[in-house]
């Protein structure tokens, strides 16, 4: 049998591009098909397979299960690294090999667990990136209706095979070369002296009228950021930015809510992005004053471990991470996951380029990507240069572009050493975050289910004891604010057999009813001020009275929790 180390393809140390994901994820389901299950979600729009790889024991038996998801804003790359190093640790679990140091009830919980791994949800916009380094946010295809005012279109216009920036110099220019790191382009101030610089990307304006030059804009030539365009709290264009026509537009995101739609076995969710170096838990749109306790009790301990394996402060996206005082970012995944779905979901922001620059923390943490001064430009220059061997830097060429006149082509390459980290440092990524998460992966609810007792109640009668219990962190409705969802659904008790029936009861079915889990966050429970704890909140006791000889089949199930069974012979 293959093992783990030759069928890895290189993702600890590189990017992967489309053809390389393929191959490792085949090469897995064929090494391992007892433990995985590979399926395409559909199809992007240039034809590319949403890759889904589903990893645990009888992959095909409903139970609770986590979800982890990288790379739908395209530049992004890194997350598809550092997901597949997820489902590699998983794997390299279930043969006995424990990476992380794990305490073996923590295995236990893992090895019974789903896990269902999307490692990159923009194959299209990823495969840009990597081939010619053009900036795409999700996808490339574009779709709008609007397309005969001016507007820019990326192009290698030099032919030297990466789409880069061109800077021109214009004495209203906003930007100049830095005094402390030649080459490079820092915001203009009064004292500057110049020469001063315009800087479009590198392309062509389409419908110009040969003078004035349209303003970039972020999304690129392509309106949807997917991270706008999922259902909770959606809204449209203007109100919200790259929200797409409407939620789940695109084949990407549509492909996401239609199968988290149809599998309400998922408890915990991670969405990879990058940068930054934080982790974004909800409430996106509110205050912690208005969360549910003991959903940021639970929070707190995501938060623990997050700092404990890669150092990543922990914030509410509402109060440090909107780009706009008081206005919350609509259609995103990961309040999708959280409020529709009653998931424990959250956004990593991967790769802490912040912190390794030595910038200052700042609150909101938001306020890093935009309040940098000469020094942190000149502490980024030296970070490439002594760890990054010089990838983000690039020379800038002259060049005689056919509408713009004489430029220079060149400047920052943002793929590695911004979007995603220096390549010497997947392997930690991958580390880190994994042991991370999967911790919070063995959080969900593990239901048992057993016959206590038997007692022969005389004729035919036959009066049995069961007994389910849930050992897990979560109660069978994951999350508390997830209780009142409707696909949070009680367990029920299900009596099966040809010859035997129900006494007890008018109906062979039993409403069972939520299980507790034993957890209850960090700082959420027990305390020296109230010194006890709670009562039989994880388990029932069922009795039943049947009626008859012969073989019955009692089934614990729930559309959350899946299905236990027990065989017994009255």
């Not at 990159?120 to 209706?145: F, K, M």
């Not at 062979?508 to 960090?522: K, S, T, Y």
């Not at 073989?551 to 899946?562: D, N, Q």
Request: with cysteine; charged share 20%; glycine share 10%.
């Amino acid at each position: 049998m293959p093992t783990l180390a030759s069928l890895n393809v290189g993702f600890r140390n590189s990017f992967v591009d489309y053809d390389a994901l393929t191959r490792q994820l085949h090469g897995w389901h064929q090494a391992f098909p007892d433990l995985t299950r590979l399926r395409s979600l559909g199809r992007t729009a240039e034809g590319r397979e949403l890759w889904l790889l589903t990893v645990g024991r009888d992959p095909d038996a409903l139970r609770p299960a986590v979800w982890v998801d990288a790379n739908m804003h395209a530049t992004e790359l890194c997350g598809t690294n550092v997901a597949l190093g997820i489902a590699e640790d998983v794997l390299a679990l279930h043969h006995g090999e424990d990476r992380h140091g794990l305490p073996p009830h923590v295995r236990e919980a893992l090895t019974e667990a789903l896990f269902y791994v999307m490692p990159r949800i923009s194959p299209d916009g990823a495969e840009q990136v990597i081939r010619t380094g053009r900036y795409v946010r999700s996808s490339p295809e574009d779709r709008r209706p609007q397309q005969q005012h001016p507007h820019w279109r990326s192009v290698d216009v030099n032919g030297d095979g990466r789409i880069a920036v061109m800077r021109k110099p214009d004495p209203n220019g906003e930007l100049v070369e830095s005094n402390l790191a030649p080459g490079m382009l820092v915001p203009r101030t009064l004292d500057h002296t110049g020469p001063f610089y315009k800087v479009f990307p590198e392309g062509l304006i389409e419908n110009w009228d040969g003078h004035s030059v349209p303003d970039p804009f972020f999304l690129g030539d392509n309106a949807v950021d997917m991270n706008r365009n999922f259902p909770w709290s959606w809204a449209p264009e203007p109100e919200q930015m790259g929200a797409g026509d409407y939620p789940g537009s695109t084949p990407e995101t549509r492909a996401v809510i239609e199968f988290a739609t149809a599998h309400p076995n998922l408890y915990a969710w991670l969405n990879l992005h990058t940068f930054g170096g934080v982790v974004i838990r909800p409430l996106g749109h509110q205050p912690d004053s208005k969360m549910n306790q003991g959903d940021l009790a639970v929070y707190r301990q995501v938060e623990a471990w997050n700092t404990q394996f890669t150092t990543y402060p922990t914030v509410s996206g509402y109060h440090e991470f909107t780009y706009e005082p008081d206005k919350p970012l609509k259609g995103d995944l990961s309040d999708y996951a959280y409020h529709q779905r009653g998931c424990l979901a959250y956004v990593v922001e991967l790769w802490d380029l912040f912190r390794r620059v030595g910038m200052d923390v700042k609150k909101p943490f938001v306020d890093h990507y935009s309040h940098w001064g000469e020094n942190d430009f000149a502490a980024l220059a030296a970070f490439d240069r002594d760890h990054n061997q010089g990838r983000l830097f690039q020379p800038w060429v002259p060049f005689h572009h056919p509408q713009l006149g004489d430029v220079e082509v060149g400047g920052i390459d943002i793929r590695v050493g911004i979007s995603n980290p220096p390549f010497e440092l997947f392997g930690e990524l991958c580390a880190g975050q994994s042991a991370a998460f999967l911790r919070v992966a063995a959080l969900v609810p593990r239901v048992r289910f057993a016959v206590t007792k038997t007692e022969a109640l005389g004729g035919d009668l036959t009066r049995v004891t069961l007994r389910a219990q849930n050992i897990g962190y979560l109660a069978t409705y994951g999350m508390p604010s997830a209780r009142a969802l409707p696909h949070s659904e009680a367990l029920r008790l299900r009596t099966v057999s040809e010859s035997v029936t129900v006494a007890s009861a008018p109906s062979a079915l039993l409403d069972v009813g939520h299980l507790e889990g034993w957890g209850q966050g960090l700082y959420g429970g027990w305390g020296v001020f109230l010194p006890w704890t709670r009562g039989s909140v994880s388990e029932r006791t069922l009795t039943i009275v049947l009626q008859g000889h012969g073989e019955v089949e009692f089934v614990l199930e729930s559309c959350r929790t899946g299905r236990a069974t027990l065989q017994l012979t009255v």
